[in-house]
């Protein structure tokens, strides 16, 4: 790191950490703590902070909706605030569902194309269904905030929001409505040969006891390896090295269907729709789950077209689950140089944050930290578009017992048995049930339904879906604000006169990243002037002290293209013009909105 560059980095650390501290202005908090106290004391209710207080939109955050019901509660909130709703198809599924997406913004403040935007989707896997209520409550929180709340007032006022709760809305319906297991189906619902017989989905999980559950399968043999706990016959214990234990785990519910000699080989898909990215994709030999080309799902097609078509985008968050993790990329080493010092330093202020409001989550990224993932979506809206972008993996171990479990995932069967006994109450395992199977014989079934370990129970859901949603809202507020901070006029002589503008970005996003500055993927900044007079000349000042400037890539006076305004920094500008005014000045940046005000 250079000199000069280490301390204006150090500088923009401490405004960093001084918003990390403080957030937002204390008189927007004071004005959003005396709107939340204000209640009537005929309510018969007591608000409980952070909540709407008399919500008009009623939403129950304890289950999981359909593709149907969560459209119902999108068109609901269209109708009832539509000075701040709009709801739009933006593609269809494989099976023809629609893609339905919320544009959220105070419409009767500027155009929603000219502010900063924060695109958020989930559910892109078919089985992580709490990704859309995370994007649904978000939604929610925005609409029914905005009278109680002078922060979300003032967010909805310079920024637009784009949710799509779920860009698979087939898989999703699936898992809700048929039998799965806790990972069925990941995938999207397109047809695919997957043990290559020359038939499509046609051995997939059946389920034997008809409990609306995919569960396991074991059975008695002489050389099983496993045993029942004697303290907790549920549970199936592994025996030693060098014993046998009576049973052996068969695997999941099923049938071999089409006489390969195999089960549960080809189910729905099998595609990984968070493999069919255009940003270093690699085919499925060395890349599992990619389909025959990059975008190949029309899912993902259509939600990669509104992102072109709406270049105000500046952050993002993609949900999943599970594991608690809040991560950027790189998702692969070979990515690694696109991600510069100070694009990790916006990322890495806006991830610590992240981390103190979701206990037990960590901020990584995905190559170092996780795994190697080619073709990932918010790989790609950060390679090729530029985005500050995140994916969301919801829910963790943590939240069971307060302590990170081993692996820090749900693989500590004890802890998910003391789960289920305690808090549960034994609601979450199907017991073993004898079943004659027609290649296995005498078996049993049992074991966990399909909505444990991977999503949240009831409980615990709308704590999951409020701290996640205060950390977009964080994000959000820190995409690019653009304001003139100040104005200098000098007086040349001859009727000429020296303008010297300051435009200050008070906020960790820069209107544009290094990354696209870098790769020239992007057009640079354009700030005109016009007035009533001439524009004789104009300059970026690169050091107002030492008086450096730039020479303007325009040959056009009145239009000077910057390359960016910092996140917490500013530009300066200066013009030569002849005429008393008034000036106008436009600052239009693609992911720092447009600024118009008159300079005086």
Partial sequence: MNAPFAYKFLLQLGLLWSVVCCGIPGSVYNACAQAGSAQSASSGILQAMGTPAQPRVVIPWNRYH????????LLQMAQTWPALVKRTVIGKSHEGKDLWCLTITDFSVGTPEEKPAYYVDGNIHSNEVQASEVVLYLAWYLTEMHGQSAYIRQLLREKTFYLVPTTNPDGRDHFISRANNTHSPRTGLQPRDDDRDGKVDEDGSDDLNGDGHITLMRRKSPTGRFYPDPANPRRMLQAPADQFGGWEILGYEGVDNDGDGSVNEDGPGYIDPNRDWPWIWQPRMIQGGADK????????????????????????????????????????KEDAPAYNAQDVAVYDALGKLGESLMPGYRYINTYEDLYQVYGGQTDWMWGAQ????????????????????????????????????????????????????????????????KQFMRINPGF?????????????????????????????SKDLGGGLTELTVTILNDRLTPTRSAHEIHHR???????????????????????????LVSIPESPEADRLLVS?????????????VRGKGPWTLEYRSRKGGVLRTELK
């Avoid at 149907?68 to 509660?73: K, N, P, R, S, V």
């Avoid at 993927?521 to 354009?526: E, G, K, L, N, Y």
């Avoid at 960016?564 to 030569?576: N, S």
């Fill in 460 to 488: 615990q859901l709308e704590e999951e879906c409020h701290r996640n949603t205060a950390f977009m809202l964080y994000h959000a507020w820190n995409t690019p604000r653009l304001q003139v901070q100040a104005v200098q």
């Fill in 521 to 547: 993927m992007t057009a640079p900044d354009v700030v005109t002037l016009t007035g009533n007079g001439q524009v004789l000349s104009g300059l970026v000042i690169t050091n107002p002290d030492l008086g």
């Fill in 386 to 449: 530029g985005i500050y972008s995140f994916t969301g993996e919801l829910y963790n171990s943590f939240v069971w017992f307060g302590r990170t479990l081993p692996g820090g995932w749900f693989t500590d069967e004890e802890s998910q048995h003391i789960f289920d006994k305690y808090l549960l109450l034994n609601e979450a395992f199907v017991d073993w049930t004898p079943y004659k199977h027609p290649q296995y014989g005498d078996i049993e079934v049992g074991g966990f339904k």
């Fill in 293 to 332: 080309y990059p975008l190949s799902l029309p899912e993902n097609r259509a939600v990669a077209d509104f992102i072109r078509a709406h270049p105000n985008i500046s952050g993002a968050m993609s949900f999943h689950n599970t594991g608690g993790m809040l991560l950027r990329g790189p998702g692969n």
């Fill in 66 to 73: 359909n593709t149907d019901a969560l459209a119902g509660y």
């Fill in 564 to 576: 960016a305004v910092p996140g917490m920094g500013k530009v300066t500008l200066r013009w030569i």
